[in-house]
């Protein structure tokens, strides 16, 4: 149990990190599905619409299908959701949405005609429609119809409440530790992008002098 306690205040703080760090573009769906499905992360697909253009593109190959599919089936999927929405990460990934530069991208985006062409580029290439159509003769497809076939999918759902990381989970709200973790990421000002911006100038910029009471 000691052992499953400390494996939680190692996994809050590099979840919180990831808040600030999302990370290169995943370059397959399976790492697509993993980042979307992570509570520290799956944010940052809508607040930049460059990586929106990216995600929606990611969305239209059918090869998604599979991947979301076979991770819905894996038990540890859920452990590491659950990990995730335990994470001060989680709270530092979704408040990063009170940065006004988010609005000011969006509001740039509805008027480049870039990013319009860039959302509609899958819906107007053929290869779209032909991955589409070949996508139940697709072996990533089947693959995914016969794991509902395969005895090992139930064994491991069986066996997750005994996996580790579940009991870990489990004992989460008996550390200490978690919300302390909590309570630095809610006191950190780099949680709130608006009150960063105000607290610390820009680089080479001098400091704005705090003024005194008249004499």
């Known amino acids: 149990m000691k052992s499953q306690l400390k494996l939680i205040p190692a996994i809050t703080l590099v979840c919180a990190s990831a808040a600030f760090a999302q990370g290169p573009t995943p370059a397959t769906p399976e790492a697509w599905a993993a980042k979307m499905t992570d509570p520290t992360q799956n944010a940052s697909a809508f607040r ?46 979704y408040m990063q949405f009170t940065d006004p530069n988010v609005a000011m991208r969006w509001m740039g985006a509805g008027m480049d005609p870039n990013f319009y062409m860039g959302m509609t580029a899958p819906m107007m290439n053929p290869a779209t429609y032909t991955n589409w159509m070949m996508a139940p003769m697709d072996p990533r497809m089947m693959n995914m119809g016969m794991q509902m076939m395969n005895p090992a999918m139930y064994t491991n759902w069986m066996a997750a409440p005994m996996d580790p990381k579940m009991m870990g989970l489990m004992a989460a709200p008996m550390n200490p530790q978690v919300y302390g973790n909590w309570m630095g990421a809610v006191a950190d000002p780099r949680t709130y992008p608006l009150m960063q911006q105000l607290q610390m100038p820009a680089a080479g910029a001098a400091p704005v002098p705090f003024p005194l009471p008249a004499k």
């Open 48 to 93: 930049d619409p460059r990586a929106f253009i990216q995600w929606s593109n990611a969305m239209a190959n059918p090869a998604m299908m599979p991947a979301m599919g076979n991770a819905m089936m894996d038990p540890g999927m859920y452990a590491r959701m659950a990990y995730g929405m335990m994470s001060p990460g989680a709270f530092q990934n």
